[in-house]
């Protein structure tokens, strides 16, 4: 069973940056898509960073794009989404996701997913 976990979350001030980490156990293959989602208070989860299985395309939402950048360490099955210049409106809690599928970008086709990272932006 793949199992996923995030860290690096934390409260910065705006402007700030932060390294969100998600390791992952239980499978040493790396065919497997991953991705990254968040989900603010009263909003629907939303993805912000979902690379394509071989890394040539990387899926970013206008909201993020030129900010957030995601990278994955295929060795160690890890993911890192670094962000920058955060905003308070990226307040939320980040989630990393998986699936050997591969079927789209959205979380309806992702099948594995972590139990967050909380995110805090104060103005």
């Known amino acids: 069973q793949l199992q996923l976990m995030e860290s690096g979350g934390g409260s910065v001030q705006a402007g700030g940056s932060l390294l969100l980490s998600c390791a992952t156990s239980g499978y040493s293959d790396s065919t497997f898509c991953m991705g990254w989602f968040r989900q603010a208070p009263g909003k629907r989860r939303e993805g912000v960073a979902i690379?394509?299985?071989?890394?040539?395309?990387?899926y970013y939402p206008d909201s993020v794009k030129g900010r957030f950048t995601v990278s994955r360490d295929n060795t160690k099955n890890t993911l890192f989404l670094q962000m920058n210049s955060l905003q308070p409106e990226d307040t939320a809690m980040y989630y990393c996701a998986a699936d050997f599928q591969c079927a789209g970008w959205g979380e309806a086709y992702f099948t594995y997913w972590g139990q967050g990272t909380q995110v805090t932006v104060s103005s």
């Open positions: 690379p394509s299985r071989g890394g040539g395309y990387t």
